[in-house]
Nanobody
């Protein structure tokens, strides 16, 4: 069972930055094949996809974070990162790391979730 451990959350003021990290208990051989995502869930709201990066490095972002957040991966460290700049109060949520085998036909194989790291943006 692959474990994902997030870190880097905290309390910041509007306009500040945070960098989240997620490290997998997986070998690079398998990790590099995963699609990696960051989701977030605000209080009393549904979990939403924030950013995604495929095994070949293609990225996608939610409209609400495009231009402010950057997802990246380092396969040698079996880690994925989320650089969050110009944070807003509406970014307040628990952020979850997700890793999965997603095949060309869109089907999903093994998938894993982290336990989340809280981010609070408040003055």
């Amino acid at each position: 069972q692959v474990q994902l451990v997030e870190s880097g959350g905290g309390l910041v003021q509007p306009g500040e930055s945070l960098r989240l990290a997620c490290t997998a208990s997986e070998t690079e051989r398998f990790f590099k094949e995963y699609t990696l995502r960051w989701y977030r869930q605000a209080p009393e709201k549904q979990r939403e996809l924030v950013a995604s990066i495929t095994n070949y490095g293609s990225t996608e972002y939610a409209a609400s974070v495009k231009g402010r957040f950057t997802i990246s991966r380092d396969n040698s460290k079996t880690s994925v990162y989320l650089q969050m700049n110009n944070l807003k109060p509406e970014d307040t949520a628990v952020y979850y790391c997700y890793a999965a085998d997603i095949y060309n036909d869109g089907s999903v194989g093994m998938q894993y979730w982290g336990t989340g790291t809280p981010v609070t943006v408040s003055s």
